[in-house]
């Protein structure tokens, strides 16, 4: 669609007038930050954002096959023990089935990329040229 996610959180997160703590990080969280503890609410934001995009979704425990990267983010720079990491993986699986389970019936058997692509290009042009459907603060 000629974007990525990257650059729709940080629109939305500017045109939704939120902190610009949060709009900086939300540009920033596929770029790697810094591991170590710090006090800067920029770089810890940066830090949050950069775990939250990156942690992977799955059904089951596989959630807690992270990279070392993302791993010393999680020790060093937000200060998580193994036990409390572990135990957000736990949530984080528990909310994806959650909201897998809300979805679920949403989405096609026997969908083929092209034609979900298709549809969310024709939902997408339906919404004003401004995207004030999507980007007003709810």
């Known amino acids: 669609f000629g974007t990525d996610h990257v650059t729709v959180a940080a629109t939305l997160a500017e045109r939704w007038r939120l902190p610009e703590t949060f ?3 939300l540009g920033k969280q596929c770029t790697e930050p810094p591991v170590c ?6 770089e810890l934001f940066w830090q949050v954002a950069y775990f939250c995009a990156n942690v992977p979704f799955s059904a089951d425990r596989q959630t807690a096959r992270i990279g070392s990267r993302l791993r010393s983010v999680a020790y060093g720079g ?6 409390r990491l572990s135990r957000v993986f736990d949530d984080v699986v528990e909310q994806y089935n ?5 979805f ?3 989405a096609p058997r026997d969908g083929d990329v092209v034609t979900i692509l298709s549809e969310a290009a024709e939902l997408i042009d339906s919404i ?3 995207g004030s459907d999507l980007t007003q603060a709810p």
């Open 98 to 102: 959650a909201l897998r389970g809300v």
């Open 23 to 25: 709009a900086v990080a």
């Open 104 to 106: 679920a019936h949403l």
């Open 78 to 83: 937000l200060g998580l023990s193994f036990e």
């Open 37 to 42: 503890r710090t006090s800067d609410c920029n």
């Open 128 to 130: 004003d040229n401004d």
